[in-house]
């Protein structure tokens, strides 16, 4: 058992240093803000214990707040980096897709066309999701032909179709998750596995079709066939 806590705690300090390492070329200040957040709450806590008498206990408390603190400023801080490197390189909805989280299942670039503007698919219990990103205008017909053979084979399910961008009537990039989180609930986990047996039947276009070019977030994958989380 000590063996692994070994072999695992290195790696997560590694993973962790990267992190760093991936926010502070985006965001010079995070060691900073960091270094602060941490003193500024250790000193509060420890000024109050002084205040009441128990200055060795609050310093304590002070000490575990202040990292919980940090951990939690460095989070919001890595994730908006991340999402900020992310945005714009095709592929970047779906890698965040990929994050979405249980019960949904996804399958990354089920449509796309010549000039690189894809459709990506996750099915849960809201019913089908199909995200497009790339060009909006050419993402319109695209996301309608999706949406129509995904009907075809669905029936009544629901269908809800997203457009990734910044401008009005789209999703940005780091709400995309939110957004997708908040579709009213309609169908029950066995529904869903059906649902995604029927589209597996159905087939997958990305064998047929051109892989975009360009860099792909680090860490994403496309799936060969029409495989799900």
């Avoid at 592929?91 to 299942?105: H, S, T």
């Avoid at 695209?142 to 999703?171: C, I, Y």
């Avoid at 169908?187 to 059906?194: A, C, M, N, R, Y």
Wanted: charged share 20%; net charge positive.
């Amino acid at each position: 058992m000590a063996r692994k806590d070994n072999t695992e705690n290195p790696g997560r300090l590694k993973q962790i240093a990267q992190t760093y390492k991936m926010t502070r070329r985006v965001d010079r200040k995070i060691g900073w803000i960091l270094a602060g957040v941490g003193l500024v709450t250790f000193g509060v806590l420890l000024a109050v214990g002084f205040l009441i008498g128990h200055p060795v206990y609050l310093g304590i408390v002070g000490v575990l707040l202040g990292l919980l603190a940090c951990a939690i400023i460095f989070g919001r801080r890595a994730e908006r980096a991340a999402f900020g490197q992310m945005e714009g390189q095709p592929g970047a909805a779906a890698a965040v897709l990929e994050n979405i989280g249980r019960g949904w299942q996804v399958t990354p670039a089920v449509a796309m066309n010549r000039s690189q503007d894809v459709v990506h698919r996750a099915v849960g219990k809201a019913g089908i999701v199909l995200v497009g990103e790339g060009n909006p205008n050419r993402l319109r017909g695209l996301l309608a032909s999706e949406k129509k053979k995904m009907s075809r084979v669905v029936g009544d399910v629901p269908v809800h179709t997203l457009v990734v961008g910044n401008d009005e009537g789209q999703v940005e990039l780091k709400k995309l998750r939110v957004r997708i989180m908040k579709l009213p609930r309609t169908l029950q986990g066995s529904e869903v596995t059906q649902i995604n047996d029927r589209l597996r039947a159905l087939g997958d276009l990305m064998s047929n079709m051109p892989i975009p070019k360009g860099p792909m977030p680090k860490g994403m994958k496309l799936p060969k066939g029409p495989q799900g989380r």
